[in-house]
């Protein structure tokens, strides 16, 4: 009786499918089960759909605030899902179960609300479980075709804390196996993913490369330096090391001032070297065991050009307080540490006006691509990247950054970037001019190429 009540409710939305089909027109639900504001890719698939005349219901959670462009768009509305809390009754296995249950009413009830999609994007990343099954389900109702983009595979992130033999990740890689060959369409970040798709799945799918957003480009001068006298407000490092200035009345931070009479801004004379790393502070040990090595500080006593250094790491991530707590302990004279809170239309004048990107990214499948690195790139950002299997269809080791594998190839490579790092003969500047010339394509340009024939011209 179960299977034929199954089989008679599937028919059923078979036939309901066929009844609706003509409808939705014009309309695409872009569904992320995770936080919206940490989900840029899936905010600039509902840009792009918004510019050519769709309309979008973006669909997740509304923990950290969504770029002002997706706010202020009219094309696109805003449906939150309530984030889940709470559920921690029994034992582990039952309460991941009772969320999966709890997270897959919660997600169709979302997703049958909303007015009737001709298409359903649905952000392949963990958690893929239950999200895939619940779009195609409301797919079904609604008759749209479903478009899945995969980042990254949930099975290879659960592997991480239990072990590819566990049988919760054998059953996830089952599911994303069988129901992600139910969709009508897929996309990918990278070529190599690509393959492993069909190699392993037998899903066809495009690569959709992350390319930055047209807002990710280096900043003028005059811009950097008011970021800097606004996070000086709140943060020692961007304060000035010394009062002194030539003219009273300049104001300074400590990488620009201001001429009081002329009004113009220049780079303030020894500052220090501007280090980003943005980080979801699971494993910030390359980094910190270099910055808190002697080395660096004994370079500079020795007389080495070496500058001064402010390390800015930025993002949110279940180990932040535990590393903020390493930090604090150390004491270091050339090198300060500082983990702001950005708004989002600061983050990218902030990699536009560092001197270093540094990315810790360590992919789960090593079969995707670290989105950071390709908003500093956008900036014209160099960067020294952890090695992993694909990364080198992004990163040119030599050509614009550096790929480290240990804490002591990074610290080798920081010490030579940042020897006579004003220099234009240096290799942080070589690195910066090969940025510029290679003129990547941007996000809506890719797109367009690349998603918008799957979609059609607007019904």
């Given at each position: 009786p179960a299977v034929t009540g199954a089989v008679a409710a599937l028919l059923f939305l078979l036939l309901w499918r066929r009844r609706r089909r003509a409808g939705g027109a014009g309309r695409v639900c872009v569904a992320v089960l995770g936080d919206l504001g940490r989900s840029p890719r899936m905010q600039y698939h509902a840009l792009a759909l918004a510019r050519h005349g769709r309309e979008v219901a973006l669909l997740g959670y509304l923990q950290t605030r969504p770029h002002r462009d997706v706010l202020h768009s009219e094309n696109i509305r805003l449906v939150p899902v309530a984030e889940l809390r709470g559920l921690r009754v029994g034992p582990k296995l039952f309460q991941y179960v009772l969320k999966v249950l709890v997270q897959s009413v919660q997600l169709l009830y979302?997703?049958?609300?909303?007015?009737?999609?001709?298409?359903?994007?649905?952000?392949?990343?963990?958690?893929?479980?239950?999200?895939?099954?619940?779009?195609?389900?409301?797919?079904?109702?609604?008759?749209?075709?479903?478009?899945?983009?995969?980042?990254?595979?949930?099975?290879?992130?659960?592997?991480?804390?239990?072990?590819?033999?566990?049988?919760?990740?054998?059953?996830?890689?089952?599911?994303?196996?069988?129901?992600?060959?139910?969709?009508?369409?897929?996309?990918?970040?990278?070529?190599?993913?690509?393959?492993?798709?069909?190699?392993n799945f037998k899903i066809k799918a495009v690569t959709l490369y992350d390319k930055p957003a047209s807002y990710f480009k280096e900043t003028p001068l005059d811009l950097q330096h008011s970021l800097y006298m606004k996070l000086a407000k709140d943060y020692e490092p961007f304060k000035p090391r010394y009062y002194r200035a030539v003219n009273p009345s300049a104001d300074r931070s400590a990488f620009t001032e201001r001429d009081g009479k002329s009004g113009n801004v220049v780079k303030t004379r020894g500052r220090p070297a501007l280090l980003i790393s943005s980080t979801s502070w699971t494993d910030l040990s390359a980094l910190t065991s270099v910055l808190s090595s002697p080395d660096y500080e004994r370079f500079i006593k020795e007389g080495a050009k070496l500058p001064a250094l402010v390390c800015v790491i930025t993002g949110k991530g279940p180990l932040k307080d535990y590393y903020n707590g390493l930090i604090q302990k150390l004491h270091l004279k050339h090198i300060q540490i500082c983990t702001p809170w950005l708004e989002a239309e600061d983050y990218p004048l902030l990699l536009g006006s560092a001197d270093l990107g540094v990315c810790l990214h360590k992919s789960s499948s090593g079969l995707d691509l670290p989105m950071k690195v390709v908003d500093m790139f956008g900036c014209c950002l160099p960067v020294c990247a952890i090695h992993f299997e694909c990364l080198h269809e992004l990163v040119k080791h030599n050509e614009n950054g550096l790929i480290f594998r240990d804490s002591k190839e990074l610290a080798e490579q920081l010490k030579m970037l940042f020897l006579d790092f004003t220099a234009l003969e240096g290799k942080l500047h070589s690195f910066r001019e090969n940025l510029r010339a290679s003129r990547q394509l941007r996000w809506d340009q890719s797109w367009d190429q690349i998603v918008l024939p799957l979609l059609g011209n607007k019904e």
């Amino acid at each position: 009786p179960a299977v034929t009540g199954a089989v008679a409710a599937l028919l059923f939305l078979l036939l309901w499918r066929r009844r609706r089909r003509a409808g939705g027109a014009g309309r695409v639900c872009v569904a992320v089960l995770g936080d919206l504001g940490r989900s840029p890719r899936m905010q600039y698939h509902a840009l792009a759909l918004a510019r050519h005349g769709r309309e979008v219901a973006l669909l997740g959670y509304l923990q950290t605030r969504p770029h002002r462009d997706v706010l202020h768009s009219e094309n696109i509305r805003l449906v939150p899902v309530a984030e889940l809390r709470g559920l921690r009754v029994g034992p582990k296995l039952f309460q991941y179960v009772l969320k999966v249950l709890v997270q897959s009413v919660q997600l169709l009830y979302t997703l049958l609300r909303i007015d009737q999609p001709s298409y359903i994007l649905l952000q392949q990343n963990p958690p893929g479980l239950p999200s895939i099954a619940v779009a195609w389900v409301a797919g079904l109702w609604w008759g749209s075709k479903l478009i899945i983009d995969w980042h990254n595979y949930g099975y290879t992130i659960m592997s991480l804390s239990h072990g590819r033999s566990h049988p919760l990740v054998l059953i996830a890689k089952w599911y994303e196996k069988l129901f992600g060959r139910l969709s009508d369409y897929n996309l990918c970040v990278t070529d190599a993913m690509k393959k492993d798709l069909w190699v392993n799945f037998k899903i066809k799918a495009v690569t959709l490369y992350d390319k930055p957003a047209s807002y990710f480009k280096e900043t003028p001068l005059d811009l950097q330096h008011s970021l800097y006298m606004k996070l000086a407000k709140d943060y020692e490092p961007f304060k000035p090391r010394y009062y002194r200035a030539v003219n009273p009345s300049a104001d300074r931070s400590a990488f620009t001032e201001r001429d009081g009479k002329s009004g113009n801004v220049v780079k303030t004379r020894g500052r220090p070297a501007l280090l980003i790393s943005s980080t979801s502070w699971t494993d910030l040990s390359a980094l910190t065991s270099v910055l808190s090595s002697p080395d660096y500080e004994r370079f500079i006593k020795e007389g080495a050009k070496l500058p001064a250094l402010v390390c800015v790491i930025t993002g949110k991530g279940p180990l932040k307080d535990y590393y903020n707590g390493l930090i604090q302990k150390l004491h270091l004279k050339h090198i300060q540490i500082c983990t702001p809170w950005l708004e989002a239309e600061d983050y990218p004048l902030l990699l536009g006006s560092a001197d270093l990107g540094v990315c810790l990214h360590k992919s789960s499948s090593g079969l995707d691509l670290p989105m950071k690195v390709v908003d500093m790139f956008g900036c014209c950002l160099p960067v020294c990247a952890i090695h992993f299997e694909c990364l080198h269809e992004l990163v040119k080791h030599n050509e614009n950054g550096l790929i480290f594998r240990d804490s002591k190839e990074l610290a080798e490579q920081l010490k030579m970037l940042f020897l006579d790092f004003t220099a234009l003969e240096g290799k942080l500047h070589s690195f910066r001019e090969n940025l510029r010339a290679s003129r990547q394509l941007r996000w809506d340009q890719s797109w367009d190429q690349i998603v918008l024939p799957l979609l059609g011209n607007k019904e």
